[in-house]
């Protein structure tokens, strides 16, 4: 699977943007979907996790009730809308896949995906 990520951009705080992360090949619906940020000189952290149908998703305290995943299958197409943007959002962002498990609990960590996108960067000024 190939993934490319886009849509980052500058925004102002409390700003939105919408990022997506295309795949490549038949099996996208197969593939739990994640998405991770890293700001610079920090690691790659966890933002938010899709089961392969869309049903169930999780996010990390820090984007809750802001940021929204979803997914369609039929494009083969990953979504993470970001709203009420902050500074502290400030970071790159990447999509990444992975099928050992459809529980989105399992996809908080880096070691459970399998294949990851370039990552687009999202710069929030305040």
């Known amino acids: 699977v190939q993934l490319q990520a886009f849509g980052g951009g500058l925004v102002q705080a409390g700003g939105y943007l919408r990022l997506s992360c295309a795949a490549s090949?038949?099996?996208?619906?197969?593939?739990?979907m994640g998405w991770f940020r890293q700001a610079p000189g920090k690691e790659r952290e966890f933002v938010s996790a899709?089961?392969?149908?869309?049903?169930?998703?999780t996010y990390a305290d820090s984007v809750k009730g802001r940021f929204t995943i979803s997914r369609d299958n039929a494009k083969n197409t990953v979504y993470l809308q970001l709203n009420s943007l902050k500074p502290e959002d400030t970071a790159v962002y990447y999509c990444?896949?992975?099928?050992?498990?459809?529980?989105?609990?399992?996809?908080?960590?880096?070691?459970?995906?399998?294949?990851w996108g370039q990552g687009t960067e999202v710069t929030v000024s305040s």
């Open positions: 990444a896949a992975g099928k050992r498990s459809d529980s989105v609990s399992f996809y908080s960590l880096l070691a459970s995906y399998d294949y």
């Open positions: 899709i089961n392969r149908s869309g049903g169930r998703a």
């Open positions: 090949g038949r099996t996208f619906s197969s593939y739990a």
